[in-house]
């Protein structure tokens, strides 16, 4: 079913594989960029059957930061239009997204937040400007005017951002809409907004012309939209007529915010029922289901079971813009697998332009076709470490035609495989399959559970060496006397394979200074194991390298265990059990008793004894990854891609 065509209002889609709208920062100054342009063409060129723009601001009261692009500024056009040619000469429909944030703050602050009342946004607890009938008003013919001005560049139409708390849902929820005149109380007051703003797009912009609504299935919140609300909303709308679909989000900007991208901790299309259960209430509006589909066999099933009529895959398409094209060929052991990490929504949530672990190659032209080109001759290359960055740099340089030797002491994958092991980060392991699949493909001889010397690896004769040997943690500085913390990534390898059964009696303390999603894993998986877990940080709160949205979720878990967390402690004595710490502010000791473990993730040092031998051989050397400099799995996989192509 999934390359059946369908028909949208009178729009023809080639197949039923949407891209929903992904915030991707790449536009600059909030103008249209090549490099936004070329991110939209290469998933046009990948296959699906439409494309929904990120957000795209409409009003001047709602331009949230300079990578969002203003569609009311008439500099812009030039570049709209580029874009809805460059996309719809793929046979490939153009949506833009019409979006007003209203209160909402995830940049804090907006130019001049507008709201429907004067309650402040549940996550920057910004106080917006209540919208008179007036301002009303004028926001609804900022959206109409902002939907002609994307017709006359050439989209196919237009959605409605009504999800996650924005001001469309600020509207039509009645946790967020406490207005007393004609745009709030009753479910048709509260819908009397985006009413309106459809039928002032139809009679603008006629029937020839796709028109959308993003809309809150569940807000999360006591008093907001919930399943029977967005029901009663999504009938209301379909007898108002005017939408050709609606789709269906989960979450706003309360602690419900990890609703709106789960993570690899949620199950796979973890809110597919409830779109199913929601979509007999829009009838005869067509439905588009998203949110964590993993891959074109999950979609499938998704549209055989009726849950919608056509599929958004927003992060897979970031990972692979050919998931399309390689699917319909047969090719699916070739699609680059989504881990549903959320890295990509940490960048942009860091103001940055959005980036993916496993696509080193995100919005450069060709994407959706590349290839490692082919080396100006061959060489032999020998690459040290048995992790990601090793194993990218692998199959790049031999996909290029060299002869490659890959040295490994553990097991492929590295220090990623044991990630993989831990609660909630499993899908990891797609990352290392992938890379694997290449590796054989390409024709790599693999020597693993060998550790390297200088020696050895001169012995293979390499034309070049590249050097991934990563990292190890550092000690904690404890006072003289003190038992040393134990390596929580050597506690892991020792003891993730036992079996968890009952709690053992005790406290675990684990002393966090990496903050990434790999030590909150560790922390879920003591939870299991111990009576008692503490979790200690110098810092004032947790999670400081992953996205917010992640982060709801490592407070979430932490707390329903029951574990303590404190900030600002640095950790002093450990001996007979005890564990002595003190706040990094006001000097105070606190002791913790009946420790039996105390583990470290502390800043590591890079594993690069190796470099200056070999370079003292005379032999061209590369180091990449942790080896390098300790950092993220983005740098490593990115780091080793860059190496493959540049040996």
């Known amino acids: ?236 709308l379909a007898q108002a007529g005017g939408l050709d679909y609606l789709g269906f989000g989960q979450g706003n900007f309360s602690p419900s915010l990890e609703d709106h991208t789960p993570d690899m901790n949620y199950a796979a299309g973890p809110f597919m029922d409830l779109q199913s259960r929601l979509r007999p209430h829009a009838k005869p509006i067509s439905v588009v289901a998203f949110g964590r589909v993993l891959d074109v066999d999950h979609a499938e099933q998704l549209l055989k079971d009726g849950v919608a009529d056509l599929i958004g895959m927003g992060r897979a398409l970031v990972s692979d813009p050919a998931l399309p094209n390689k699917a319909q060929r047969g090719q699916k052991d070739q699609i680059r697998p989504c881990v549903f990490c959320n890295v990509c929504w940490a960048e942009i949530h860091a103001g940055k332009p959005m980036a993916c672990i496993h696509n080193p190659e995100l919005a450069r032209p060709g994407e959706a076709d590349w290839t490692p080109p082919a080396a100006e001759r061959q060489r032999h290359v020998v690459v040290v470490g048995s992790g990601v960055a090793g194993m990218e740099a692998a199959w790049v340089a031999a996909a290029r035609g060299h002869q490659v030797t890959w040295v490994g002491s553990s097991t492929p994958g590295g220090k990623t495989r044991l990630e993989a092991g831990l609660p909630g980060r499993a899908e990891l392991d797609k990352v290392m399959q992938f890379q694997l699949a290449r590796i054989r493909e390409h024709g790599v001889k693999m020597l693993v559970n060998q550790k390297a010397s200088v020696a050895d690896i001169q012995a293979l004769k390499p034309d070049a060496v590249v050097l991934a040997t990563g990292s190890r943690m550092r000690a904690t500085a404890l006072a003289a006397g003190s038992q040393p913390s134990i390596d929580a990534r050597d506690w892991l390898a020792a003891n993730l394979s036992a079996p968890v059964g009952e709690k053992q009696a005790g406290t675990v303390v684990l002393f966090d200074q990496d903050h990434g999603a790999g030590t909150y894993a560790l922390a879920d998986l003591l939870a299991k194991r111990y009576s008692k877990l503490v979790v200690l940080t110098p810092r004032t709160q947790l999670g400081r390298a992953i996205a917010y949205v992640n982060l709801i979720g490592v407070y979430r878990r932490l707390h329903q265990a029951r574990a303590e967390i404190v900030g600002a402690a640095l950790p002093q004595r450990w001996s007979s059990r005890q564990l002595t710490y003190v706040n990094a502010f006001n000097g105070d000791e606190t002791v913790i008793d009946h420790v039996d473990l105390f583990l470290h993730a502390t800043p590591r040092e890079a594993q690069d004894e190796l470099a200056a031998g070999l370079r003292s051989q005379g032999l061209e050397v590369h180091v990449v990854g942790d080896a390098y400099a300790p950092r993220t799995l983005l740098a490593a996989i990115h780091e080793g891609h860059r190496a493959g192509l540049n040996v």
């Open 1 to 236: 079913m999934l390359f059946t065509p369908h028909t949208l209002g009178r729009k023809k889609l080639k197949n039923r594989i949407i891209y929903p709208a992904v915030l991707s920062i790449y536009a600059q100054q909030n103008r249209v960029t090549d490099r936004l342009i070329t991110y939209y063409e290469e998933r046009a060129r990948g296959g699906a059957a439409m494309l929904i723009t990120e957000g795209m601001a409409i009003h001047p009261s709602s331009v949230p930061q300079p990578g969002v692009v203003c569609i009311f500024d008439p500099d812009n056009f030039a570049g709209l239009q580029k874009m809805a040619a460059a996309v719809e000469s793929h046979d490939c429909r153009l949506v833009g997204q019409l979006w007003h944030v209203g209160r909402q703050a995830l940049w804090n602050p907006v130019d001049a937040p507008m709201g429907v009342s004067s309650l402040p946004d549940a996550y920057s607890w910004s106080v917006p400007h209540v919208m008179n009938e007036d301002d009303i008003r004028e926001v609804i013919a900022a959206y109409v005017h902002c939907a002609q001005i994307l017709q006359r560049a050439g989209f196919s139409g237009v959605e409605l951002h009504g999800a996650h708390g924005y001001l469309i849902t600020q509207f039509l929820s009645p946790w967020s809409n406490t207005r007393t005149d004609a745009y709030g109380g009753d479910l048709e007051r509260r819908t009397r907004f985006v009413r309106d703003i459809v039928s002032g797009i139809r009679q603008a912009c006629g029937d020839d012309f796709i028109v959308g609504l993003k809309m809150s299935g569940d807000e999360g919140v006591k008093g907001g939209i919930d399943e029977q609300e967005a029901g009663r909303i999504a009938e209301r």
